[in-house]
């Protein structure tokens, strides 16, 4: 499907951010999971833009000229959020979704004015050579989600992440059939390198929050 595909394939999603301006994200009728926009990555989108990251009043931006790679990024709208905030983002997803990566960026160019946002490949646990140095932070929302995904997912964070990157992950916590389960391994896998350290809804957006969905802080161990 070529990047001008014409319009009846997508339906919009709107991110209203705090300074007022509209992140429209489009999203696919037919396809798999990364085509839509999952209740998670509008809770962690909602979540950079919190006071302890970006609060114009006292000149806070955390975002500023950071790098920032956001794996699994489906239709980038979490990307997006970092990049309208002033980081310097590489969103990155299967090939069959850089069509759709591609669209949303286009679609949303005017209010990158200080960010960028680029789209590329990444097959988790491949080289990430083209990633380096490590990134300022790595984003993901909703990755937690086959079971045959979760140890290529780690390696990539461990490639990926260096002594200083913060990795922020946002997942809906499910009850139903495997998902428990590759939770569990997921984060048993996850805990022999790096440290978790759960958000309080305090900390998150107040009308975007939600008790299924967590957000998590994790940092490789020294």
């Not at 969103?91 to 789209?119: F, K, M, P, Y």
Request: glycine share 6%; proline share 5%; with cysteine.
């Amino acid at each position: 499907m070529a990047a001008d595909a014409d319009d009846s394939h997508y339906f919009v999603r709107e991110i209203e951010k705090n300074d007022g301006c509209v992140l429209k994200v489009k999203q696919c009728y037919l396809g798999d999971v990364g085509c839509v926009v999952w209740d998670a990555a509008i809770v962690l989108a909602k979540y950079l833009e919190t006071k302890q990251f970006h609060d114009p009043s006292s000149g806070v931006n955390v975002w500023a000229g950071r790098r920032v790679v956001e794996l699994g990024a489906g239709t980038g709208a979490v990307g997006l959020m970092a990049a309208s905030l002033g980081a310097q983002v590489t969103v990155t997803d299967l090939e069959d979704l850089q069509t759709l990566l591609r669209v949303n960026i286009q679609e949303n160019q005017a209010l990158l004015s200080s960010g960028s946002v680029t789209a590329k490949v990444l097959q988790w646990g491949e080289d990430v050579s083209e990633f380096m140095p490590p990134p300022h932070y790595i984003l993901m929302a909703d990755c937690i989600y086959y079971e045959q995904s979760i140890i290529p997912l780690v390696e990539s964070l461990k490639l990926l992440s260096g002594p200083d990157t913060c990795i922020i992950c946002c997942y809906e916590q499910r009850t139903e059939g495997v998902n428990p389960k590759v939770e569990r391994q997921f984060f048993k896998l996850l805990q022999q390198d790096f440290s978790c350290e759960e958000i309080p809804s305090e900390k998150q957006d107040p009308e975007f929050s939600c008790p299924d969905i967590h957000i998590l802080h994790i940092r490789r161990k020294v």
